[in-house]
């Protein structure tokens, strides 16, 4: 159920929304640092925990895949000192268009560059060209395939990332254990996965567009992984203190380190 302005709504959006309503400019609106959005406040939690996760040493190795990209490239900042290999990939064809722009250096690219100055102050363009450097292929993505990159077969990577994205291409919790266990086949066993997103959050806008997102809470998401084999070793939760921004109605943010595959 979706809360906007005091009405209640139930109407999910799914793949067909997002590709005829996602609009990556309207979404990076909320990644402009300085104008106190829902965005922002997602950044500053959680570049702090990707830059710790992939500055230990431990979360390292040749292959990183980042589920539902987005047009984003904020949670692949730091791992691209830790990887040889990222590959991108989302649903929707405007996604992987915005972000070939930015990859490719192109006029009209979003300007990361504040984002970017947040991780490495000082060292912005050495960041900028190693993360394109280390992004090889931004491909379509399925979380609800079983094998999410079809046609592609990719070998099995050494971490995945996924920002926001399973609790918005998810319609119920069963869903999301399933495209849980799809995208983990895409893992080597004993990989790691580092997955982010926001808690109990029934919307959020893009532009004029509601997108749903399904309600997700701390017990759930710890039993949904276990249950597929991860084990948990970080589960950093923020709550919610403020009001402000009513592009979405999350009530905290999560970031989770799991270590897969240990059963079958
Ligand atoms: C809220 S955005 C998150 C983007 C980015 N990862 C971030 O952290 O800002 C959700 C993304 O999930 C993608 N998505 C929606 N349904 C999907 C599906 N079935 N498989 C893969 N990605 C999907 C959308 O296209 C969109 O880019």
């Not at 399973?166 to 119920?172: I, M, N, Q, R, S």
């Not at 997102?213 to 991860?230: H, I, M, N, P, W």
Request: with cysteine; glycine share 8%; charged share 25%.
């Amino acid at each position: 159920m979706c809360r906007l302005g005091g009405s209640t709504m139930a109407e999910f959006t799914g793949g067909d929304d997002y590709q005829a309503d996602f609009d990556p400019k309207a979404y990076l609106r909320h990644y402009k640092f300085g104008e106190d959005t829902f965005g922002e406040d997602y950044l500053n939690f959680s570049l702090k925990h990707y830059c710790k996760t992939f500055t230990s040493g431990v979360v390292t190795g040749d292959t990183l895949i980042d589920i539902g990209s987005g047009p984003t490239i904020h949670q692949l900042l730091s791992a691209c000192e830790s990887f040889k290999e990222i590959i991108a990939s989302d649903y929707t064809y405007r996604n992987h268009q915005e972000l070939e722009k930015w990859l490719k250096n192109e006029p009209g690219a979003f300007d990361w560059t504040p984002v970017v100055k947040y991780v490495c102050e000082g060292k912005e363009a050495e960041k900028e060209a190693k993360l394109r450097k280390t992004i090889k292929q931004v491909l379509k993505c399925d979380v609800h395939k079983s094998n999410p990159m079809d046609p592609v077969i990719l070998p099995p990577a050494d971490c995945l990332v996924s920002s926001l994205c399973l609790e918005g291409a998810c319609k119920d919790l069963t869903t999301y254990r399933i495209a849980l266990k799809n995208i983990s086949s895409l893992l080597k066993p004993g990989g790691h996965l580092v997955l982010s997103g926001v808690l109990g959050c029934s919307f959020y806008m893009v532009g004029p567009k509601r997108f749903s997102s399904l309600v997700l809470g701390e017990e759930f998401l710890r039993e949904a992984l276990s249950d597929t084999g991860f084990i948990i070793q970080e589960f950093e939760v923020l709550i919610r203190d403020d009001n402000t921004d009513d592009s979405c109605d999350f009530s905290g943010k999560f970031f989770i380190l799991a270590l897969g595959l240990q059963l079958a």
